[in-house]
């Protein structure tokens, strides 16, 4: 069993530490009112059980907190006195700056929680430390001088979770879809260099792959570029192409049919293609940005974006190659193709590739192929889309399709109908159409929901106020959040506000009109419905009893932003948190907070956003279908999963489950595994197993549990993770069960 230090490092515990602690405290009381040996012995062993018990590493206040108790319960009040003193007066010798202690145990890499704070973050890379280092600089100014004081400590409880506060101090942003098409058709500057429009579909890749590299270095968010913006410059190439084939014939003094012609110029094309998507597959892999990993990029691919029929077979060809890619993988230090976490890509299920004889099917298989493999593409329903993206004056069936940005969160459609007026100056503004690309996220802040269902011990008026004052507090931090982004200035970030990327601002122009009006977003994020619903009603939310509970707590969340949206003239919108280190802090709090609740707190996770608890048995078709209802009342964001078995030989049985997301859900995906051993080859399924009460990844073949040596691919909340994950998250992925 481990223990977590103060400075964030894990060692054994011990629990002889235990024991002397209550011996120093023991002697400084009369000996008529001392424990025994035997008495220290026992609360000793309590404590190490309740220890042992909790479902997390637990750490040393934590411990504490437990001596505590017991030595309370065996009535030697006098011996707890002295052990609260003697913690106070230790607490009073490290009053020295303890984001000293937490930086130095991050350089030797022996901080646990920052270590497993990430999943595509390695940090014992010089690169992720330095951006550790300054996070938690920046987190010790903002909860002690930045944030209200009641913010703070209900983020540092686990009632709320102030999303990215080791950013929080400079005026960043979360997440966008990036205007490459403003760029690239009329051009950008990038670090004071002017980049003027591409004049090949490969030159055109290449400049993408830098705007990408840069955007990602001004927001801590994800970002999103799409395909169709690329697909104009295949085009230019097959021209200029053309013209080189023609040259080339004139000075050998042959000439060639127009068929001939056309057949070489096809494949010189298709040569530059896949050139081009390779460039953007390595380079985004392969690119460390100031964060200290690969860009969060997400590369959209919809046929029907595509503005002529050209362009729609040119976005075909580029499709294909990405899938065809993809699903090669890459290389790792060995030269074994693996599964890369980045970019994500999204496939839009349409009319003209969702059934077999469509004229784009054969897209639709190769996605299928790729998910098999690669984990990837996920899958937006262009039908479903269209049911509930409405901008200002659309009917449903008519709406907006377009991607999200980072792993699931969606702008809000444009309310204004007609790209509201340019305010963002873009030299691609097309008036009377709606506006998605150069729009943002300004930033999350996420409800704890199985807190509110515990502190309302079960009453169901008690858990409505309670309810009520959780979520004005995640209100008032979603303002502060608002309000240090208000009054940057253009200059903070040139890539973005100035040369294109979300804005073509003038130089110290304040970004203040884009932060209202509906053309950034802000997200109340929640998590742990399943928990929420299980304590006040015993039953899980797919009990048709229980079911209606749950909707009206979405409802309420959604409410509740429509009223705060009225209000401000800021979009406020509900997210389906994507957590991952979160919902194991949440977890670890929940059982500080209230003890081990059966079904409810005795695990290291809680359940993501809505959906089904990883534990439940359901089939994939019944939980698509279920979780579709919340996920429209999710409209800032949301994703759903199945959990497969290895489909590589079975892609009929891919494809129905795509075609059935077509039909009933806006977004999903399927989650297969991906994994590799480097000590003996051995390509299954990399297994979790418990080693002196932790839990690490193990090869079933040679027994390697050297996570250098092992690749390990996991969707965890909405994205790939290949760095491993913090004990809760493990935990989670451990007991998910297959719904194929």
Not at 62 to 83: G, I, P, T
Not at 407 to 422: E, H, I, K, V
Not at 451 to 460: F, H, K, N, P, T
Not at 496 to 515: F, P, S
Request: hydrophobic residues 35%; glycine residues 6%; negative net charge.
């Amino acid at each position: 069993m481990k223990i977590i230090k103060r400075n964030g490092s894990e060692v054994t515990f011990d629990v002889a530490k235990i024991e002397n602690a209550i011996r120093k405290a023991n002697m400084e009381v009369p000996e008529d009112e001392r424990l025994t040996e035997r008495e220290i012995r026992f609360a000793s062993l309590n404590v190490t059980d309740e220890c042992m018990e909790s479902g997390h590493t637990v750490t040393v206040e934590e411990v504490q907190d437990l001596v505590e108790d017991q030595l309370m319960a065996l009535d030697h009040f006098s011996v707890a006195r002295k052990y609260i003193i003697y913690r106070y007066v230790q607490n009073q010798k490290r009053q020295k700056n303890t984001t000293d202690d937490k930086i130095l145990a991050l350089i030797e890499c022996n901080n646990e929680e920052v270590k497993q704070e990430n999943s595509n973050k390695n940090p014992t890379v010089v690169s992720v430390q330095r951006d550790y280092m300054a996070g938690e600089v920046s987190k010790d100014l903002t909860m002690r001088d930045l944030l209200p004081a009641d913010i703070v400590q209900a983020h540092e409880e686990g009632i709320i979770h102030f999303h990215d506060a080791d950013y929080y101090a400079q005026h960043m942003h979360n997440c966008d879809l990036i205007n490459l098409d403003d760029m690239l058709q009329n051009g950008t500057v990038i670090s004071g260099t002017l980049i003027e429009r591409p004049h090949s579909f490969s030159t055109a890749c290449n400049i993408a792959t830098q705007i990408i590299a840069q955007v990602a270095s001004c927001q801590y968010g994800g970002q999103s570029i799409s395909l169709t913006h690329l697909a104009p410059f295949v085009d230019v190439s097959r021209k200029k192409i053309r013209r080189s084939v023609y040259a080339e014939m004139e000075t050998i003094g042959y000439k060639a049919s127009p068929e001939q012609i056309d057949e070489m110029v096809e494949k010189r094309l298709h040569d530059e293609v896949a050139r081009g998507v390779q460039t953007i597959q390595y380079q985004v892999v392969t690119l460390m940005t100031t964060n200290g990993q690969a860009p969060f990029i997400t590369v959209f691919m919809y046929l029907n974006e595509a503005r002529s029929a050209q362009e729609k077979h040119d976005l075909a060809l580029i499709i294909e190659e990405m899938l065809k890619q993809r699903y090669q993988g890459v290389k790792n230090e060995k030269g074994v193709w693996i599964t890369p976490a980045f970019p994500k890509l999204i496939y839009v299920l349409e009319e003209d590739n969702i059934h077999e004889g469509d004229p784009y099917f054969y897209l639709t298989k190769m996605a299928a192929k790729c998910t098999a493999k690669r984990m990837v593409p996920d899958y937006i329903s262009e039908k479903k889309m269209r049911e509930y993206k409405l901008s200002k004056g659309e009917t449903e069936g008519h709406g907006d399709v377009y991607t999200c940005m980072g792993c699931r969160s969606f702008l809000t459609p444009d309310r204004s109908g007609n790209g509201y007026d340019n305010v963002a100056k873009a030299k691609n503004y097309e008036p009377g159409k709606p506006k998605y690309y150069g729009r943002f996220n300004q930033g999350v802040v996420t409800i704890n929901l199985p807190d509110v269902a515990l502190s309302s011990d079960g009453d169901m008026d008690k858990f409505w106020k309670i309810f009520d004052e959780r979520l004005e507090l995640c209100h008032r931090a979603l303002r502060c959040r608002h309000d240090r982004l208000c009054g940057t200035l253009s200059d903070a970030a040139p890539i973005l506000w100035q040369y294109g990327a979300l804005a073509r601002l003038d130089k110290g122009e304040k970004i203040d009109k884009l932060l209202y009006g509906g053309y950034s977003t802000i997200s109340l994020g929640y998590a742990g419905l399943y928990e929420c619903v299980k304590y006040m009603t015993g039953k899980s939310h797919t009990d048709e009893e229980a079911k209606p509970f749950a909707l009206s707590v979405m409802q309420h969340m959604n409410d509740k932003c429509s009223e705060w949206k009225a209000a401000e003239n800021i979009d406020y919108s509900l997210y389906g948190t994507p957590l991952e280190s979160t919902t194991y802090k949440f977890a670890k709090c929940l059982q500080k907070r209230f003890g081990v609740v059966k079904g409810i707190t005795d695990h290291g996770y809680i359940t993501n956003s809505y959906h089904v608890n990883v534990r439940e048995k359901i089939d994939a078709f019944t939980k698509l279908k279920f979780e579709s209802e919340f996920q429209r009342l999710s409209p800032g964001g949301a994703i759903s999963y199945v959990e497969v078995p290895n489909m590589q030989d079975n892609l009929e049985a891919v494809i129905r489950v795509m075609q059935f997301i077509y039909e009933n859900i806006m977004y999903a995906e399927l989650n297969t595994k991906s994994d590799y051993c480097q000590v003996c080859g051995y390509d299954g399924e990399i297994k979790i197993v418990e080693d002196d009460g932790k839990l690490v990844w193990e090869c079933p073949h040679c027994g390697n549990r050297d996570q250098s040596k092992l690749n390990v691919a996991r969707r965890t909340c909405g994205y790939i993770g290949t760095q491993f994950w913090n004990q809760g998250r493990t935990e989670e992925i451990k007991d998910r069960v297959l719904h194929l």
